[in-house]
């Protein structure tokens, strides 16, 4: 089963900067491509950003764009999310999840189970 542990939320003003972690859990992360996820107070979950098993391949929802980076660090079985210029809106709580691909192009479709997330917090 695949399981991932995310880490490095925070309370942050806006303007600022965060990094999240995702790190697997008992398998090995290389083979999947792998999405960050949000879910905001009073909003769906959405897709925040995801990137292919050998992080050629990266995709971004619009509002994170320019802001965002997606990363991955297969020897540390970890993938990263830097986020930047953050904005009240970012507040979340934030997860990973392995994702679909489509040959060698990542989805935000998630499959299998979901971590606890991390909450980010953007407040003055």
């Known amino acids: 089963q695949l399981q991932f542990v995310e880490s490095g939320g925070g309370l942050v003003q806006p303007g600022g900067s965060l990094s999240l972690s995702c790190a697997a859990s008992?398998?090995?992360?290389?083979?999947?491509?792998i999405g960050w996820f949000r879910h905001g107070p009073g909003k769906e979950r959405e897709g925040v950003s995801c990137i292919s098993s050998s992080g050629g391949s990266t995709n971004y929802a619009d509002s994170v764009k320019g802001r965002f980076t997606i990363s991955r660090d297969n020897a540390k079985n970890t993938v990263y999310l830097q986020m930047n210029s953050l904005k009240p809106e970012d507040t979340a709580v934030y997860y990973c999840?392995?994702?679909?691909?489509?040959?060698?192009?990542?989805?935000?479709?998630?499959?299998?189970?979901w971590g606890q997330g991390t909450q980010v917090t953007v407040s003055s």
């Open positions: 999840a392995a994702v679909r691909a489509i040959q060698v192009m990542c989805t935000m479709i998630p499959f299998g189970s």
């Open positions: 008992g398998f090995a992360l290389d083979s999947y491509a």
